[in-house]
């Protein structure tokens, strides 16, 4: 009967909602479009991350048309950081596709919205409940945590069985009249308070009489995840050229339109952990004239499925008189104001501003 007790528990956790709520920018003036930006933001990123760019985003780009509009290279650089990027890409794409059917604005209904490019369930639903007040679940990790602890189930939380299990539960537990505020309310529960392996703060729960893990102590065990399968490790050269000039200009390259980190620009780099004769030959080929290399600290970035090792040269370059397709050369400025540069290459973008 435990689940007629976390229904019963319900206004006791839109009560603590209110009370505890923290104050963040897109709750100020919870627009649809507003709303779905900070939700598409902060799957995968963690909320302190989100904040300066959902800001600088929506400066930038207040409304469907502005994102519709905006260059995809200008684009990316407001993503930068928040890795993941192909959210950034398929926001666009439903901006478009929303002006494209002639309207301004998102559509209103869940399943409406769930038929636009990179709107799955939980955004659908965390829009249409919470602009909408649509009686629709909306379930993320910190939701599926919360749940598998209330109810002491050990079920993957990941496995098709268990999120059609939570998932159902979640929309049992969904009120009529207060959708939006429920589902904000169990995933504020799951940030802020019901968190992760053994840091449960079960004392400032409302839900702690009749949580089945706290009873049983079994909170740090739960959710239950199967784990991921292991990533494939690449190694890479990384190579920071600098121009002898004033002021200097470092190569960097555009990736290809498709695949990992697609459009967003990069230091060159190579496959392998390349020695100093290859990479003066790979150089050499290019068209690249340098004198001495030097080595620099290796680095590591792990993406879902992959996890990149990283070797490195620095060396300055002759300013080349043609560059391969692709290339370009620019300031620490440009680099800063126009080229999104993802995270995997923090290690080396660290080295260029604080070194060079
Ligand atoms: N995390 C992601 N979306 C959220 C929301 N709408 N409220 C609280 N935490 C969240």
Known sequence: MSEQKIKDTVPALLSWYELHARLLPWRQNPTPYRVWISEIMLQQTRIEAVIPHYHAFVTRMPNLRALAE?????????????GYYSRARNLQKAAKTVLANGKEDL????????????????????????CFNECVPAVDGNVLRVLARLTGDDTDVLSPEGKKKFTALAKRLVPRDAAGKFNQ???????????????????????????????????????????????KIELRTVLVLKTNETPARFLIHKRPQKGLLANLFEYPNVDGTLTEEKTQA???NMGVKVNALHELETAKHVFTHIEWHMSGYFAIIETPKALPDGYCLATKEEMAQRYAIPSAFRAFTKFINSKL
């Open 70 to 82: 905006i260059e995809e290279t200008e684009l990316l650089k407001f993503w930068e950081g928040l």
């Open 107 to 130: 559509p209103e209904t869940y399943a409406e919205l769930l038929k636009l490019p990179g709107i799955g369930e939980y955004t659908a639903g965390a829009v249409a409940s919470i």
């Open 185 to 231: 309310a169990v995933m504020e529960l799951g940030e802020t308070v019901c968190l992760p392996n053994t840091a449960p703060k079960c004392e400032k729960c409302p839900f702690s009489e009749v949580c089945v893990a706290h009873r049983k102590g079994s909170a740090a065990e739960l959710p239950v995840r199967k784990k991921a399968k292991k990533r």
């Open 282 to 284: 790979f150089l050499a």
